[in-house]
């Protein structure tokens, strides 16, 4: 089975950027779709990006013209790149890889902080 592993959170100043990184262990067009998502403290989890084995990508309302998923099927790894970050936009940020007949992979996360 395809494991999916995050990386790249940290500590940033608003304004800043990251770019977070969710590789996979196996074949990442394997995944009919890669979702990022996200969960604050206290709040539910929150799709913020997805693209499909097609490269159409989607992008939640709060997050469109600061966040950008690509992918690099060479190093079978999707992307967040994160610009202009708020303090709101801290949160776990999770991969989803969804496989062509339901079933999800869920990485284990990756903690962005955005702090002055």
């Known amino acids: 089975q395809v494991q999916l592993v995050e990386s790249g959170g940290g500590l940033v100043q608003p304004g800043g950027s990251l770019r977070l990184s969710c590789a996979a262990s196996g074949r990442i067009l394997s995944f009919s779709v890669v979702d990022w998502y996200r969960q604050a403290p206290g709040k539910q989890r929150e799709l913020v990006a997805s693209i499909t084995r097609g490269d159409r990508t989607n992008y939640a309302d709060s997050v469109k013209g600061r966040f950008t998923i690509s992918r690099d099927n060479a190093k079978n790894t999707v992307y967040l790149q994160i610009d202009s970050l708020k303090p709101e936009d801290t949160a776990d940020y999770y991969c989803?890889?969804?496989?062509?007949?339901?079933?999800?992979?869920w990485g284990q996360g990756t903690q962005v902080t955005v702090s002055a």
């Open positions: 989803n890889g969804r496989w062509p007949w339901g079933t999800e992979n």
